[in-house]
């Protein structure tokens, strides 16, 4: 079984491994222990039998929610796993009366792309040259939540 529980400071070893077989260029395990003491910092992971399988965050900034990372275990990839965890921030974001989530995804990221419009996220535009590793541009992805404006 699945479930989808709040990160905490036991989770980062193996949220750090799970970083280094998702992205390019992963986040180191300090910036993840930096996250946690983060009161900004909304984290999530999915845990099977205990396993930690995917992990995802945002920051809630001035009611605005930026998502920083997505990530599934290549093995445990599309069996919905990546869903429940945009599903929870979306809920989160909701409670806490959040305008919007919004995230950056490079363009060749087709099946991150393939998630977040499942969810709602609308390309609302680009940055140019946004990721350092291979100059890739990146596409802005946005949900607002309109039931959450005044
Ligand atoms: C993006 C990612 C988190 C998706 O996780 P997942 O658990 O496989 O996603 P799900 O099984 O919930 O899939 C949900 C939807 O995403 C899309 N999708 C997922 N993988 C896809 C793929 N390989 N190709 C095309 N669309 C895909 C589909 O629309 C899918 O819906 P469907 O199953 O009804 O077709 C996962 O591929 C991953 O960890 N990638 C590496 C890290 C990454 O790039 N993160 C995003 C950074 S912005």
Redesign the pocket.
Known sequence: MTEIVRMTEEDVTAVAELEKK??AVPWSEKSFHDEMKNKLAVYFVAKSDGRCI?Y?GFWNVSGEGG?T??????E???????????AEMIKTAVKLRLDLLT????KS??????????YGFDIIGERKRYYSDNGEDAWIMTKTFAENEE
Do not use: D, H, T, W
Not at 103 to 106: A, T
């Open positions: 998702c992205f995917g995802a998502i990372n997505v990530a599934v275990l290549p445990y990839r599309r069996q919905g796993i990546g869903s429940m965890l945009i995230l950056e995804v490079r990221n087709i099946a991150a792309q393939g998630l977040y419009k499942k």
